[in-house]
């Protein structure tokens, strides 16, 4: 053959060492990719396990949240106000097993209302109070005087007004309360015996004839009035 023919045969085929076998540097290249292909396999494996080991640790830190729940039930003050409500439907389902009737429960009677104002003569079973008659020229003696024209029997009654109107203002025309009652009867407000006369201010007559009208409305007789005194203290 010519020597290019040969050169070119010879490029064609593959270069053999001087002992037969393959080259050093076809060997080499096989070897360096297969320790490089360990190597990034054990550097994965290495990272894969951190990474698990981490996420796990995470995991198992936090707390389990139903139990948690649960458990802050008790504390809160839903659960406190649950726990009183169940103690006292335990309570009022023992209560009602050992409920016994052991009496009948007694009704209030209606008290019996004011004597009407045509009883002047025993004050309608109010306790009675005699009296002397008063000296005349006093303002005792004006209501001794008035207490027929308003239906009442002087004998009987006057001895209720005398007592109750002693304790009131002691009979006294300028009698004044800090309350605002005024005069003999003390009323209250004073201004209200202007319907009697217009000098209720200084009057015994005008005051006197005002209170037996107001007596005789609300409690029928004195004898009334001072028996709801008795009771209230006031009239």
Not at 182 to 195: C, D, N, V
């Given at each position: 053959?010519?020597?290019?023919?040969?050169?070119?045969?010879?490029?064609?085929?593959?270069?053999?060492?001087?002992?037969?076998?393959?080259?050093?540097?076809?060997?080499?290249?096989?070897?360096?990719?297969?320790?490089?292909?360990?190597?990034?396999?054990?550097?994965?494996?290495?990272?894969?396990a951190a990474g698990a080991e981490y996420v796990i640790g995470q995991l198992s830190a936090q707390p389990n949240l139903l139990a948690a729940s649960?458990?802050?039930?008790?504390?809160?003050?839903?659960?406190?106000?649950?726990v009183r409500e169940r103690q006292h439907m335990i309570l009022m389902v023992a209560a009602t097993k050992s409920f016994k009737v052991v009496g009948k429960p007694k009704v209030a009677t209606k008290p019996a209302p004011p004597p009407s104002a045509g009883s002047g003569g025993g004050g309608g079973g109010a306790p009675i109070v005699y009296a002397p008659v008063p000296s005349p020229g006093t303002a005792q003696s004006i209501a001794y005087q008035l207490l027929?024209?308003?239906?009442?029997?002087?004998?009987?009654?006057?001895?209720?007004?005398?007592?109750?109107?002693?304790?009131e203002s002691g009979w006294r025309v300028?009698?004044?309360?800090?309350?605002?009652?005024?005069?003999?009867?003390?009323?209250?407000?004073?201004?209200?015996?202007?319907?009697?006369?217009?000098?209720?201010?200084?009057?015994?007559t005008t005051q006197i004839k005002w209170g037996l009208g107001y007596i005789k409305g609300r409690y029928g007789t004195p004898c009334g009035a001072w028996a709801f005194w008795q009771n209230n203290g006031w009239y």
């Open positions: 053959m010519s020597q290019h023919r040969r050169r070119t045969a010879d490029n064609g085929r593959p270069r053999k060492a001087s002992n037969g076998g393959p080259s050093k540097a076809s060997n080499r290249r096989p070897r360096r990719s297969v320790r490089a292909f360990l190597l990034t396999t054990i550097v994965s494996a290495i990272f894969v649960l458990a802050a039930i008790p504390t809160s003050r839903a659960g406190a106000h649950l027929p024209a308003f239906g009442f029997n002087a004998k009987t009654q006057f001895g209720c007004l005398k007592v109750m109107w002693n304790n300028t009698a004044a309360n800090a309350s605002g009652a005024y005069g003999i009867p003390q009323a209250l407000p004073g201004s209200k015996m202007a319907t009697a006369g217009p000098n209720w201010q200084t009057n015994a």
